[in-house]
T-cell receptor
Framework: GQSLEQPSEVTAVEGAIVQINCTYQTSGFYGLSWYQQHDGGAPTFLSYNALDGLEETGRFSSFLSRSDSYGYLLLQELQMKDSASYFCAVRGRNSGGYQKVTFGTGTKLQVIP | GAVVSQHPSWVICKSGTSVKIECRSLDFQATTMFWYRQFPKQSLMLMATSNEGSKATYEQGVEKDKFLINHASLTLSTLTVTSAHPEDSSFYIC????????????FGDGTRLSIL
């Protein structure tokens, strides 16, 4: 099966940098995604890593190490609006051989002034 | 970027009613769409994978007769919650992936279902 671990809560100061880690277990790895979800809203896609290394998109970067089954989301120049839950999601293969995406339990980020 | 439209965004209805939720991919073809349920302060739980032109694949513990899924075209999947009861009240979210390439999923805005 598939499983993911990420911290449940993180607090950081406005303007700072925060890193949210994610470790996963899966069969047949295809990629690791990150999503942001504000309270009451639907998830929005942030980034996707299929290969090792760092992907940068504006203030957000995501890193993947397939050998370590590990990734992280890096948020720079934190803004109050970044307060939200962040989910990592791994795309792997289920027991039937089909691709399946499993979400982590989410990390609630609180940005404080 | 890819856009997924989900409708309705909010439903309140009486117990025993059947509710249909639509999920459309607006600017891409989606052979596969996914239906999730999310309870307050919890993660997204995959309910089923909807495949165009074939039967949906349901996750363990999800009742096929309770949650009917139809994926009649490459841009539309529907989820019908049959004879809904208060315990079915939840946030239902669909997502879709472009048929071509190894692309991530994009989510609809979700449907908040409240059964009285």
């Amino acid at each position: 099966g598939q499983s993911l671990e990420q911290p449940s809560e993180v607090t950081a100061v406005e303007g700072a940098i925060v890193q949210i880690n994610c470790t996963y277990q899966t069969s047949g790895f295809y990629g690791l995604s990150w999503y942001q979800q504000h309270d009451g809203g639907a998830p929005t896609f942030l980034s996707y890593n299929a290969l090792d290394g760092l992907e940068e998109t504006g203030r957000f970067s995501s890193f993947l190490s397939r050998s370590d089954s590990y990734g992280y989301l890096l948020l720079q120049e934190l803004q109050m609006k970044d307060s939200a839950s962040y989910f990592c999601a791994v795309r792997g293969r289920n027991s039937g051989g089909y691709q399946k995406v499993t979400f982590g339990t989410g990390t609630k980020l609180q940005v404080i002034p | 970027g890819a856009v997924v439209s989900q409708h309705p965004s909010w439903v309140i209805c009486k117990s025993g009613t059947s509710v249909k939720i639509e999920c459309r991919s607006l600017d891409f073809q989606a052979t596969t769409m996914f239906w999730y349920r999310q309870f307050p302060k919890q993660s997204l739980m995959l309910m089923a994978t909807s495949n165009e032109g074939s039967k949906a694949t349901y996750e363990q513990g999800v009742e096929k007769d309770k949650f009917l899924i139809n994926h009649a075209s490459l841009t539309l999947s529907t989820l019908t919650v049959t004879s809904a009861h208060p315990e079915d009240s939840s946030f239902y979210i669909c997502s879709a992936k472009d048929t071509w390439g190894n692309q991530p999923q994009h989510f609809g805005d979700g449907t908040r279902l409240s059964i009285l």
